[in-house]
């Protein structure tokens, strides 16, 4: 079965420090997304990625985040001078997005990294 | 503003017996509504999606409504066992683009 990968599982950071997170989507799917999940809290949606652009992004999504695909497997999130608030469980998602049927849309989530900002 | 409801109380429940779990939403046109799966420090798993236009839908042991004029679904885990315990969470697109929005959850737990 296809699988969404994560690297690295845990990463321990100092703040102000910047961490880049690293996910293999499934290969065939045209939409990545990255979502956040503090400890004990929702899922939260960071941003959505389709054809090289973000296609959409939350208000937690400012300045201090980016998103890139730079080679044909990989989408990294970049977080820029990391916060204690940053801590957290990232998770990347990727869905087929081909066409209108609703399973366009079912979401493949990866393991996760757990960030932990000291 | 849009909102998800799940009870964010744990649902305790005998094994062999049905779980029911309710997720409501509020200023949400979805088109259809999923079901997810989380274990503890693992992502969320997919388990069901269902339509507006479709009142029911099953797999193996699980059941979802979606009642759009209530504007609510139910999960229904029948004949429920001890691996079933995990958090479920319900998911609507909205707002345009391929987002999905997550509810808070609700934790399941199946005891002997």
């Known amino acids: 079965e296809p699988e969404v990968t994560q690297t690295p599982s845990h990463q321990v950071t100092q703040m102000g420090q910047e961490v880049i997170l690293r996910c293999v989507p499934i290969?065939?799917?045209?939409?990545f997304y990255w979502y956040r999940q503090i400890l004990g809290q929702k899922v939260e949606f960071l941003v959505s990625?389709?054809?090289?652009?973000?296609?959409?992004k939350s208000e937690i999504f400012d300045d201090q985040f980016s998103v890139e695909r730079p080679d044909g497997s990989n989408f990294t999130l970049k977080i820029r001078s990391t916060k204690l608030e940053d801590s957290a469980m990232y998770f990347c998602?990727?869905?087929?997005?081909?066409?209108?049927?609703?399973?366009?849309?079912?979401?493949?989530f990866g393991a996760g990294s757990r960030l932990t900002v000291l | 503003s849009q909102k998800i409801e799940q009870n964010s109380e744990a649902l305790n429940i005998q094994e062999g017996k049905t779980a029911t779990l309710t997720c409501n939403y509020t200023?949400?046109?979805?088109?259809?509504l999923q079901w997810y799966r989380q274990d503890p420090g693992r992502g969320p798993v997919f388990l069901l999606l269902?339509?507006?236009?479709?009142k029911e839908k099953r797999k193996e042991r699980l059941k979802v409504t979606f009642d759009t004029t209530l504007k609510q679904s139910l999960f229904h885990i029948t004949a429920s066992q001890p691996a079933d315990s995990a958090t479920y969470l319900c998911?609507?697109?909205?707002?345009?683009?391929?987002?999905?929005?997550f509810g808070t959850g609700t934790q399941l737990k199946v005891e002997l």
């Open positions: 998602a990727s869905s087929p997005g081909t066409g209108g049927s609703p399973g366009a849309n079912v979401l493949t």
């Open positions: 290969s065939n799917h045209l939409y």
């Open positions: 990625f389709y054809n090289n652009e973000i296609s959409e």
């Open positions: 200023n949400y046109s979805p088109a259809y």
């Open positions: 269902i339509r507006e236009n479709e």
């Open positions: 998911a609507l697109e909205g707002g345009g683009g391929n987002k999905l929005t």
